[in-house]
């Protein structure tokens, strides 16, 4: 019994790592992003019923991939992490449980809820204004080095407005391709010969990653910031919850998810997935959930953090749309 758990064990992680490198390195997934999830929770059970079996290498306790060194790395002061999921109502509810259980007192909770944009995560970090760095995520410790790709992202402003922004200010959001621009490229592609992107996902991590910034230029990347990083040498103070700090970054010209709410309780969470949800194929870009997070920074602080992902933080995915049809040649340059 013991030795089928275990083989089982090795089998899942085996598996899942060959599914991260294809998907986090090569940009060239080779199954639904269901099927990952359905073994990522399968693996997952497993784990929480044999806890002597963690392995700190297992995917559950990991963040992305490996970062390709051909772009030079950043160290990320600040860990770029995951999220956690929730599949159903059911796992968001005991999401908001867990988070109760934790503070062990009875208070009411606001949540800022966002759009789980499908896109790739990247770090920016702004000195006195100017943009002087671009990053992936890469494994949430070290990150590629993208700087020269970003700053062709046609709506991230290099330098910021006013002058209140901290002296040095990191901001973390997610690059993606709306639909439009997604089919634009892919008739562009499809007639010169080229390569076609599966989906606008795939199309926004492999023009991103690309070693000549050039080709990332002529690509339709936009990008919609979500926090912030590292600050340090505030002008002013900052908010003391996530959507106010949103606010800041707004104001000093960041650009916003326009979607993005703040309720005053996990009723409110409710509506805001059964809207989103019922409006998701009308939004201009594709998102594949909602981020649900606990608005109050002092809260967020007391939650802390797991191994990979925040405590006060969840991201409540929609039921999976459609499986992938086999993947076409997805472009890749590095
Ligand atoms: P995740 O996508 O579940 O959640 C974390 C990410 O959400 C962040 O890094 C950020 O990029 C993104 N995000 C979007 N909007 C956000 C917002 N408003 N606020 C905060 N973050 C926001 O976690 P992950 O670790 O990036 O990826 C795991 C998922 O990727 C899997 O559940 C699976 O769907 C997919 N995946 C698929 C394959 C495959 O082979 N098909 C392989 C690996 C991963």
């Avoid at 599966?198 to 230029?217: C, E, F, K, M």
């Avoid at 998701?280 to 939650?303: H, T, W």
Wanted: aromatic content about 8%.
């Amino acid at each position: 019994m013991q030795t089928a758990i275990t083989e089982r064990l090795a089998q899942l992680r085996t598996q899942l790592n060959d599914y991260n490198y294809q998907y986090y390195v090569l940009d060239d997934p080779s199954v639904p992003d269901a099927e990952y999830d359905r073994l990522m929770q399968e693996l997952k059970a497993l784990e929480s019923q044999h806890p002597d079996l963690i392995s700190p290498d297992s995917p559950t306790q990991k963040v992305g991939g490996e970062p390709v060194s051909a772009f030079g790395e950043v160290e990320h002061e600040v860990p770029m992490l995951s999220l956690d999921n929730a599949f159903d109502q059911d796992e968001f509810r005991a999401f908001e449980k867990r988070i109760r259980d934790r503070l062990k007192r009875e208070l009411s909770i606001s949540y800022c809820c966002e759009p789980k944009l499908d896109g790739l995560a990247v770090s920016l970090l702004y000195e006195n204004g100017k943009l002087v760095r671009g990053a992936t995520r890469g494994d949430g410790r070290t990150g590629e080095n993208i700087t020269a790709n970003v700053k062709t992202i046609a709506n991230l402003p290099l330098t910021l407005r006013g002058e209140d922004f901290p002296a040095r200010l990191e901001v973390r959001g997610e690059v993606f391709m709306t639909r439009q621009g997604f089919e634009q490229l892919n008739q562009t592609q499809a007639k010169k010969g080229g390569k076609v992107f599966v989906n606008p996902r795939n199309a926004a991590a492999g023009s991103l990653r690309q070693l000549d910034s050039r080709i990332t230029a002529s690509r339709p990347l936009r990008i919609y910031l979500y926090s912030m990083g590292l600050v340090e040498g505030e002008r002013q103070p900052l908010a003391d919850n996530h959507h106010g700090r949103l606010q800041q970054l707004k104001s000093w010209g960041l650009p916003l998810c326009p979607e993005t709410r703040l309720v005053e309780d996990s009723a409110g969470c409710d509506r805001f997935y059964t809207d989103i949800l019922g409006r998701r194929d009308s939004l201009g870009y594709e998102i594949d959930g909602v981020v649900i997070k606990v608005d109050n920074m002092a809260l967020q602080q007391e939650l802390g953090f797991v191994a990979r992902a925040p405590r006060w933080a969840i991201a409540w995915k929609f039921p999976a749309q459609e499986e992938m049809t086999r993947l076409l040649d997805v472009e890749f340059q590095v």
